[in-house]
């Protein structure tokens, strides 16, 4: 599966921006998948998942009520709509999918649970 990133860039605080991770490969559809976020000198955080069906979806406290993970499987598309954005969100965002050992359910929040990822996004939000 190869996924490729895009929708980053410069935000003033409170604004909005949708990433994307177009997703392609016979199987794409069978994971589920997740967003990622580093920022330069701290480890890779979780920010969303999403379940294989995108009936069920997660999200990292910090992002609760401001981000929207959702997933087109017609478009092999996943995406992430981020509203009210602050300056701590500035960080290169990546898409990932979980191992599928984990079902496709889309829980699982470690880095280490995901197999296949984008090249990253830059997304900076100014004060």
């Known amino acids: 599966v190869q996924l490729q990133a895009s929708g980053g860039g410069l935000v003033q605080a409170g604004g909005s921006l949708r990433l994307s991770c177009a997703a392609s490969?016979?199987?794409?559809?069978?994971?589920?998948m997740g967003w990622f976020r580093q920022v330069p000198g701290k480890e890779r955080e979780y920010v969303a998942s999403?379940?294989?069906?995108?009936?069920?979806?997660y999200y990292t406290d910090s992002v609760k009520g401001r981000f929207t993970i959702s997933r087109d499987n017609a478009k092999n598309t996943v995406y992430l709509q981020m509203r009210s954005l602050k300056p701590e969100d500035t960080a290169v965002y990546y898409c990932?999918?979980?191992?599928?050992?984990?079902?496709?359910?889309?829980?699982?929040?470690?880095?280490?649970?995901?197999?296949?990822w984008g090249q990253g996004t830059q997304v900076t939000v100014s004060s």
């Open positions: 490969g016979r199987t794409s559809n069978n994971y589920a």
């Open positions: 990932a999918a979980e191992v599928e050992v984990w079902g496709g359910w889309g829980s699982q929040r470690s880095p280490s649970d995901y197999i296949y």
């Open positions: 999403i379940s294989r069906t995108g009936r069920s979806t």
